[in-house]
């Protein structure tokens, strides 16, 4: 198969430097993202005030009580991760208007949905 030690080392020394990089990328997406910033979350804060209070004052819900933004209820609705809430304001489930991209970038949704994970645990 191999017509020399050499070809053989360099085979096996080619396949270790694989599996390290495969095993480094994987390592590297199990990280969790970095929390935001003060300066994400007041951001967020101001987004929320803006799109969201009205409908969602103090983190509660005006139209549907069983859908709060406390951390609870979203745990309950598996809502955990900032791209869940996300999610929700792109398709949402309940009576809650949809929020596209033309509207809220999805920088600014990524900031709201921190300050709601943040501020209503």
């Known amino acids: 198969m191999f017509r020399s ?3 053989a080392c360099a ?3 080619a396949a270790s430097l694989l599996g390290g990089c495969s095993n ?3 390592r590297n997406e199990e990280r969790p993202p970095a929390p935001p ?3 994400q979350l007041r951001r967020g804060e101001e987004l929320f005030k803006q799109y969201c209070a009205a409908c969602h004052p103090d983190g509660g819900n005006a ?3 069983e859908r709060t933004l406390r951390g609870s209820a979203l745990r309950y609705h598996h809502i955990t991760k900032p791209e869940d809430i ?3 304001m792109r398709s949402p489930v ?3 208007i949809s929020f596209d991209t033309a509207t809220i970038s999805d ?3 990524r900031a709201i949905a921190d300050y709601v994970l943040h501020a209503f645990r």
Do not use: G
Request: proline share 4%.
């Open 5 to 7: 030690a050499t070809q």
């Open 11 to 13: 085979v096996l020394a």
């Open 24 to 26: 480094e990328a994987s």
């Open 37 to 39: 910033s003060q300066q």
């Open 63 to 65: 139209s549907d009580p």
């Open 86 to 88: 996300m999610h929700i």
């Open 94 to 96: 309940s009576r809650m």
């Open 107 to 109: 920088k600014d949704a």
